[in-house]
């Protein structure tokens, strides 16, 4: 009994070690590409403050672009957020409560907006915020249920 507790605890630590190295391979790519990369296709500096614009804009004349541009606007911003939501309840612990999260979450992407801005490094778009909060508010949800999950499995 006492080995396979052993081996259980050497399990959970290899991978809560995985996870924290991916979790950090992630936080490292996401700044690389908010803040990093070439962004010198911006002739300025641009800001949409009108909910919804971009968004609007993107789906009403998708077919003035191409399907790469257009994706990456829409789902990039989703997709790209979703391990956000996820990782801000696994390490912040009093953001566990999903409205907490759902919070910090919202300052996260408003802060990340206003630095793109701030360093001229991109531009502030509203529509960011919100389909990355979306993106994040998923990844809460999959973190709420994983949670649960892992509960009833342990009972």
Do not use: C
């Not at 936080?27 to 690389?32: G, I, M, N, Y």
């Not at 993107?58 to 672009?65: D, E, L, V």
């Not at 399907?67 to 391990?83: Q, Y």
């Amino acid at each position: 009994m006492i080995e396979m507790n052993a081996a259980l605890t050497l399990k959970k630590w290899r991978a809560r070690l995985l996870f924290h190295f991916v979790s950090i391979g992630y936080l490292a790519f996401l700044f690389d590409l908010l803040f990093v990369r070439n962004r010198g296709f911006l002739d300025g500096y641009n800001y949409n403050v009108i909910p919804f614009r971009t968004i609007g804009m993107y789906i009403s004349q998708a077919h003035h672009f191409n399907f790469w541009i257009w994706s990456t606007n829409l789902f990039g911003n989703i997709v790209l957020f979703i391990p956000l939501g996820f990782l801000i309840p696994a390490y912040v612990r009093f953001a566990r409560r999903p409205m907490l999260a759902l919070v910090l979450l919202l300052l996260v992407n408003t802060s990340i907006e206003v630095a793109q801005i701030v360093w001229h490094v991109g531009s502030f778009d509203v529509d960011d915020i919100i389909l990355n909060f979306f993106g994040g508010m998923l990844g809460i949800v999959l973190f709420v249920r994983l949670k649960r999950a892992v509960k009833r499995q342990n009972v």
